[in-house]
């Protein structure tokens, strides 16, 4: 693994969306666009991590800005991206072989969202059929089958009054999911349940960008807001969060729980930082502190990730045209 920060430039690219491969240790996608998403078109990127640097494997263009990208949980050859025109492009990486840059167009492209695709997510399958969440400005959440011959969704789910940003699956739960949107709230829900909207409540007295599943404590969810807070909350009883994460001067834009810690936490924001958090504690007498503090951007960092594969490794992209792939120390160890 590199020590350095490693950075691939992306010139009139601003990044969106970076996630590592839960395939291949050394690749992941990133995906933006032109003119800082408001106007032009999208690029996804599938790019490796090699001992010379980083060099790109593939290359897709849409004809609209991409603001979120998830790799399947069951194909490493499949990603999705979610556009600003509303929809969603299913990407077969194994398409580009052979041709310039690996250029590659969607397999399949799914439209029923009337405003821009913010987040997606990926259920693990374990088993059972494999579903894609897709969350958007328009205030819906949307459940797909991507088999289906037919490319409509299975069900939508309109909790939230404002844009949702973020959806996540529980990766403990088969069926729950959790949702956070610009009305201060996040949603638990269950995909296989008639009612399908199981607990609402408020996590910020400000817009919510994003939020992820502690991968050790299933009860534990972990919100980022315009407030520049990360929360985390036992959703068994979020009356108070358990801690909050405070350090960040603008709004936090994502935030990933450590796949390999119980107690780190990793969050970038609208202030060109990206910082490591150590968390612990019952619910009012939690204990949070900042371990680790990145400034190698000088514009919002968007998008973030942590490799499954190498403990330690962080992925990030700005609208400073630049994905940074670096070894975070506070997070490698045992």
């Known amino acids: 693994m590199a020590s350095a920060v490693q950075s691939f430039v992306t010139p009139s690219f601003h990044g969106y969306s970076v996630q590592f491969s839960p395939f291949a240790r050394n690749s992941l996608t990133c995906v933006g666009g032109q003119h800082y998403g408001i106007s032009g078109h999208g690029t996804l990127l599938v790019l490796q991590l090699t001992e010379e640097g980083i060099r790109l494997n593939s290359r897709g263009e849409w004809k609209d800005n991409l603001f979120c990208a998830a790799w399947s949980e069951n194909s490493e050859q499949r990603v999705a991206s979610g556009g600003g025109d509303g929809s969603i492009q299913l990407w077969d990486l194994a398409s580009g072989r052979g041709q310039p840059d690996g250029a590659i167009t969607p397999a399949k492209v799914l439209q029923e969202h009337g405003l821009e695709v913010s987040d997606m997510s990926w ?135 450590s796949p390999h810690h119980r107690d780190r936490y990793v969050s970038s924001s609208y202030d060109c930082t990206v910082r490591v958090w150590s968390a612990h504690g019952e619910s009012g007498i939690g204990h949070a502190s900042c371990l680790q503090e990145y400034r190698h951007h000088k514009e919002f960092v968007y998008g973030l990730d942590c490799s499954l594969h190498v403990p330690g490794l962080v992925a990030d992209c700005s609208w400073d045209s630049t994905v940074n792939i670096y070894e975070c120390a506070a997070l490698a160890g045992a």
């Open 123 to 257: 259920s693990c399958p374990r088993g059972a059929p494999q579903h894609l969440l897709s969350a958007s400005w328009d205030g819906s959440v949307k459940l797909w089958d991507v088999e289906a011959a037919a490319s409509q969704s299975l069900r939508t789910f309109s909790h939230h009054s404002r844009p949702v940003y973020s959806c996540r699956w529980s990766p403990h739960t088969a069926g729950m999911f959790a949702t956070v949107a610009g009305d201060g709230m996040a949603a638990l829900c269950d995909a296989r349940s008639e009612v399908g909207i199981q607990n609402v409540f408020t996590c910020h007295q400000a817009e919510v960008l994003c939020c992820d599943w502690n991968k050790y404590i299933p009860h534990l969810l972990v919100t980022g807001s315009v407030d520049g807070t990360v929360r985390c909350w036992d959703i068994r009883q979020p009356s108070r969060p358990q801690f909050f994460l405070q350090g960040h001067k603008l709004a936090v834009k994502q935030v990933r729980c």
